[in-house]
């Protein structure tokens, strides 16, 4: 960058929760009292705000370069700022104690970012950053100097599958929607994001909207759509604002609208929001949203290519694949085909969460073994427990247990151990975690998501849960995990989308891979993990009890007694197991076995 | 045209036709729960599930154009495992008071579940309660017996074109109901009870009457108005208790309310059974013969028209006649009576 004093103060939803927009404000004060003219723009000391680096665990997160020189700080506090004004943007000399440690470097240095490489670097409200960074040079070059078959093949040659779950070959869906004879033709842009503790689309689009706009043009040009959607929840209030904001100044700039860089293609993106049903993210569902209709999947084919919105041809992709489309047309297929495994090129977005030190969103190389990702870029499991297994592909994805740890993550390696890729969710569960409690949590999810249009889906997935928690609860019963297989497997084969079909797969999963928990709590009545309540004893260590009484008071149903001061007993005929003593108590003194 | 293989037998169909049109050519039977051919398809019950070489899964077969070359099978282990898993969930959530119930010997489900043997139910647990009592004059709505199949949605929405109904909550909440859950006000066409498989829905002037033991079915036309719809009466006795409509007719069983539902006159005491005849001025109506009747009308016509000329004379006629009978009754006007003085309520 250029010579002069640059600060990023991470902006995302997750900069802002922890009080991004207290420190920016902050430090525009500190700026005007300490005389630094012009501070929030291109001059000499620049004030900016950046989208999601992806460790929001870190966050405020806020980058200081002088001269070149970048130092970034974590953990950032309004009340802070003055020290950094004062001592590093005037005086020079950073704040060791408050810069960020290896791990930091480490989460970021195993990673490859491609997608996410401005995230964290330029400011997404600004369209001149993007067009800064060689922004809507590909879309001029490919509406400029490409056919649209040309284009279609570039894409097909990168081997770009989609991100939002399916995997399917970009490049193919497109010639697919280009070949059918249409007036008409839409494409649409699928940031519904249901998946709970996904938000890889979220900050891309908040934090780089201009490269998914961008993506969309190339598309919309390669199929012959002049009319554009962005489906996205109205949960990410900041993403649909930003996304707002960067539709405007692109249609200023004549990049969106008609006769776009002086051809005859036109095109206008407009704007839907969902209303925050998991469905919803269903293409055919979405279109039916979009369409005014509830949120309801139908049977395919016909597909969306030859028979989508408003009986069109449509092409609907994820955010993700959208904000590669850029970097492929301007670096290339065989550059994109350059990293990746076999049949996976390019990289994927990840959410990693759960039970590991670095948790975040990443980037990754596609085939990355799973070990890699979960003890280098995640920094391994939290609190030195045994790592267990992880569950990827968010609520319908599978548990891949600690025995494929050298698994390849893409689609191929996942799909080939009953997991998916899905959207890219990680989620890490260590010794702690009960897997039957696990698959209970995602059926959950499922179940409540169900849209209700087919029987084994919306009574299906509500037996399996019945069944999950009552083996939970010690009540399951002799031939309850035959039954569970057997039900499960009918849903995933009978249901009419994909939420359905793979509804049941962290059941099928949980049981191939961790059957004897199963065996444990059904036939022994124990929870090996020591999370369903139900199943185990509580107890007061005497020695550890100083007698506060507050678990006495928490206990809903009186079967805790014992003097102030005196060590407390539980009655375990009248304990129903709630578990309120043990999260009640300061001294660890409530156990349970 | 098409050429596919279902079940080892070769078959042609026309383009666009789907594989469950193509299995009902051949007469295969696929068990089908939400399927109307009178409706767009819909799939949401997964019964008429084949299996299709080269496709990974079992598809629906009521959604599945056919295509060129294709194989399908409909009656795999498989296939009837998938099956009977779908009917008994559905059971599973069901009241199973078959006994009480209107539909029963006339519902879809309980056919199924004896088609299948279903008696124990591997799935037994929660089940909906939707059962709010929906006031209006002419449908019955038990929510509890609904299995989501969309067809009342469908028609009301496709045929009626008036979309009274539709879908709330997600999930095993899922159901159908009027805006907000209000009461259902509407046409009352009831055409969404006609296609109901189940006893969701049901008639309110049938509640209590015979269901199909002792019930005779007579074919005849509606007398509401010249469309002439075709209805099926179901009588007891002396007593017509239900008017149906069936699908391969003319109006493709669709009717409108007065067709379905107004049939209470039929058994009305105040009923004229025989031609009435006021002899005298301020006299009584007396009972006639209906020869008596015709002769009495013909003979006032003549002297009329003897009297004070045939312009002296109008003729009113009705919608309810069939243009057969309204195109013998302007002729009679016309050609016999000698005047143009003639019209009609609805004049179509
Ligand atoms: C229940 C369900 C939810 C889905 N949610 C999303 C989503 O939130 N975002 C998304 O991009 N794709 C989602 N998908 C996948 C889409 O149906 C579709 O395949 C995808 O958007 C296609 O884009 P791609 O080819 O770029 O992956 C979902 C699929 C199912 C079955
Ligand atoms: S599988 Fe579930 S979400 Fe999909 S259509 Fe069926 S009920 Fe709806
Ligand atoms: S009676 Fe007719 S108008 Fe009323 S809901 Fe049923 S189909 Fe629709
Ligand atoms: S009420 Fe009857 S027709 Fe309507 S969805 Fe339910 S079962 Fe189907
Ligand atoms: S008849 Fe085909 S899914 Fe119901």
């Given amino acids: ?593 | 045209m098409i050429n596919l293989t279902i079940d080892d037998k070769q078959i042609e169909v026309a383009e666009g036709a789907t594989v469950l049109e193509a299995a009902r050519k051949l007469n295969i039977d696929i068990p089908t729960l939400c399927h109307d051919p009178r409706l767009k398809p819909y799939g949401a019950c997964r019964l008429c599930i084949v299996e299709i070489g080269g496709m990974a899964k079992p598809v629906t077969s009521c959604t599945t154009p056919a295509t060129n070359g294709m194989v399908v099978k409909t009656n795999t282990a498989k296939l009837y495992r998938l099956r009977k898993t779908t009917v008994e969930l559905l059971l599973s959530d069901h009241p199973n008071d078959c006994m009480t119930c209107i539909g029963t010997g006339d519902c879809k489900l309980q056919e199924l579940a004896y088609a299948y043997g279903i008696r124990e139910n591997r799935f037994q647990g929660a089940m909906r309660d939707h059962n709010r009592v929906d006031v209006n004059p002419f449908i019955t709505r038990e929510q509890n017996k609904c299995v989501m199949c969309g067809l009342c949605v469908r028609v009301c929405e496709e045929v009626q074109g008036v979309g009274a109904i539709g879908y709330a909550e997600r999930g095993f909440e899922a159901k159908v109901i009027p805006p907000f859950g209000h009461d259902l006000k509407c046409e009352f066409c009831g055409q969404c009870v006609s296609v109901c498989p189940t006893g969701a829905l049901s008639g309110r002037l049938w509640s209590g009457k015979p269901r199909m033991a002792g019930v005779k079915f007579t074919d005849t036309t509606c007398t509401y108005c010249g469309c002439g719809c075709n209805i099926t009466l179901r009588s007891t006795g002396d007593q017509v208790i239900r008017i149906d409509s069936k699908p391969d007719s003319h109006n493709r069983g669709w009717l409108c309310v007065k067709g379905r539902f107004g049939f209470e006159f039929i058994n009305s005491a105040d009923r004229l059974t025989t031609p009435l005849i006021r002899r005298q001025k301020g006299g009584e109506f007396e009972q006639a013969t209906w020869d008596e009747a015709y002769d009495y009308v013909a003979k006032r016509l003549s002297e009329i028209k003897d009297k004070h000329g045939a312009d002296a004379l109008g003729g009113l006629c009705s919608a309810r006649c069939t243009n057969e009978e309204n195109y013998l009754f302007q002729k009679m006007f016309r050609a016999r009576i000698g005047t143009n003085n003639v019209d009609h309520c609805a004049r179509y």
């Fill in chain 1, 1 to 593: 960058m250029n010579d002069g004093i640059v600060v990023n103060v991470c902006m995302g939803t997750g900069g802002i929760a922890a009080g991004g927009d207290m420190v920016m404000q902050e430090f525009i004060k500190e700026f005007e009292t300490a005389g630094v003219k012009n501070a929030t723009v291109k001059e000499k000391c620049r004030l900016h705000k950046v989208g999601c680096r992806g460790f929001c665990a870190r966050d405020v997160l806020v980058d200081i370069t002088v001269d070149g020189q970048v130092s970034t700080y974590q953990y950032i506090q309004p009340e802070m700022v003055k020290r950094l004004v004062q001592e590093h943007v005037l005086g020079a000399k950073p704040i060791t104690e408050w810069l960020v440690g290896d791990d930091y470097h480490v989460f970021h240095d195993n990673q490859t970012k491609r997608v996410l490489a401005d995230l964290g670097k330029i400011d997404p409200e600004s369209i001149e950053e993007y067009l800064g960074v060689d922004g809507y040079k590909a879309a001029e070059k490919t509406l400029t100097t490409m056919k649209p078959e040309e284009v279609i093949q570039v894409v097909k040659d990168s081997g770009l599958r989609g991100r939002g779950g399916g995997g399917f070959p970009t490049g193919v869906k497109w010639s697919f929607c280009a070949a059918n004879k249409a007036d008409q033709r839409y494409i649409i842009c699928n940031a519904d994001e249901g998946d709970p503790g996904a938000f890889m689309d979220r900050s891309v689009v908040e934090g780089n909207p201009h490269a998914v706009i961008e993506g969309m043009i190339i598309g919309a040009y390669a199929i012959g759509a002049s009319v554009g959607y962005v489906y996205i929840r109205a949960e990410y209030p900041l993403a649909v604002d930003r996304l707002r904001l960067a539709l405007k100044h692109a249609e200023e700039r004549g990049f969106l609208g008609k006769k776009l860089f002086g051809t005859d293609f036109s095109l206008k993106i407009k704007v839907k929001l969902g209303a925050g049903a998991f469905v919803c993210g269903e293409e055919t569902a979405l279109i039916a949203s979009i369409e005014g209709e509830r949120g309801m999947p139908r049977a395919k084919p016909p597909f969306p290519a030859n028979k989508g919105l408003w009986g069109k041809p449509t092409i609907i992709n994820n955010v993700e694949t959208f904000a590669n489309i850029p970097q492929i047309m301007n670096k290339g297929a065989a550059w994109y085909a350059s990293i990746g495994s076999e049949k996976s090129k390019g990289t994927k977005v990840i959410a990693l969460t759960g039970k590991i030190k670095n948790t975040g969103l990443i980037e990754i190389p596609m085939g990355m073994p799973l070990k890699d990702i979960i003890f280098k870029v995640g920094g391994g499991i939290e609190g030195n427990k045994l790592f267990k297994a992880v569950q990827t592909g968010g609520p319908s994805g599978g548990c891949i247990p600690q025995q494929f740890i050298d698994l390849p993550v893409d689609y191929e390696g996942l799909a080939s151990v009953g997991s998916m890729m899905g959207s890219g969710g990680m989620v890490v569960l260590d010794e702690t975690d009960c897997m039957v409690n696990i698959s209970k949590f995602f059926l959950q999810f499922t179940q409540s998501e169900s849209c209700g249009k087919c029987v084994p889906c919306r009574i299906g997935t509500k037996r399996l849960l019945e069944i999950l928690t009552r083996i939970t609860e010690g009540e399951g019963k002799e031939g309850d995990i035959e039954l569970l297989q057997q039900l499960a497997e009918d849903v995933r084969d009978s249901s009419l989308c994909g939420l359905g079909m793979s509804a049941p797969n962290p059941v099928i999963s949980t049981i191939k891979y961790f059957r004897h928990e199963y065996e444990a709590h059904i036939k022994h009545k124990k929870c090996p993990a020591k999370v369903c309540n139900k199943l185990l004893t509580f107890f007061i260590r005497e020695d550890m009890c100083v007698g506060c009484g507050m678990c006495a008071k928490a206990c809903s149903v009186n079967a805790i007694s014992g003097e102030k001061k005196q060590p407390h007993k539980i009655n375990n005929s009248m304990c129903i197991q709630c578990g309120s003593c043990f999260d009640a108590c300061k001294f660890s003194a409530v156990l349970k076995e």
